[in-house]
């Protein structure tokens, strides 16, 4: 079975792809975003290495418990047939109720099937005011395709 857009990509299929992975991570339920990739995927996210579907969903629960209110924005940045370049910038509270804002780069490549079968993210956190907030939750329509900025 074929998890759409399938490569090789196009700027089209690519923009489905980052806009799919958004909407998934969105949604903060570790099942729904594991079940994109593939079942040997490998992932490093900041300093920690995960593997497999179950580590992924272990990793994403840990995730979520700790970011709170977690609102994710992810940008197209380049493609090739099988990989996917992606900018992004999401926000969280902490348990204390410190705000964040996270900007990183991600790498991801696909297998035939348009399952991911690697992700390598690399993240940076900027401690911000409830005030400097930006991103309240899912990207409504109205904002589709509008590219985040860079601070």
Same mark, same amino acid.
């Given at each position: 079975m074929s998890r759409p857009p399938v490569p090789p990509f196009t700027e089209e299929?690519?923009?489905?792809?980052?806009?799919?992975?958004? =909407?998934? $991570?969105?949604?903060?339920d570790p099942e729904r975003v594991a079940a994109a990739y593939t079942p040997d995927s490998v992932w490093r996210n900041r300093s920690e290495f995960v593997t497999g579907h179950d580590e992924i969903v272990a990793?994403?629960?840990r995730k979520w418990e700790r970011e709170q209110e977690y609102a994710l924005r992810k940008?197209? $940045?380049?493609f090739t047939d099988d990989r996917i370049?992606?900018?992004?910038?999401?926000?969280?509270r902490d348990a204390s109720g410190q705000w964040w804002r996270s900007y990183g780069n991600e790498q $991801?490549?696909?297998d035939a099937e348009g399952y991911m079968r690697r992700r390598e993210a690399c993240i940076n956190d900027v401690?911000?005011?409830? =005030?400097?907030r930006r991103i309240f939750g899912p990207r409504g329509d109205d904002e589709r395709d509008h590219d985040i900025p860079l601070r």
């Open positions: 299929t690519a923009r489905q792809k980052v806009q799919a992975a958004e =909407d998934a $991570w969105n949604t903060r990793f994403l629960t940008s197209l $940045w380049a370049a992606v900018r992004f910038q999401y926000e969280c $991801w490549e696909f401690p911000i005011t409830a =005030d400097e």
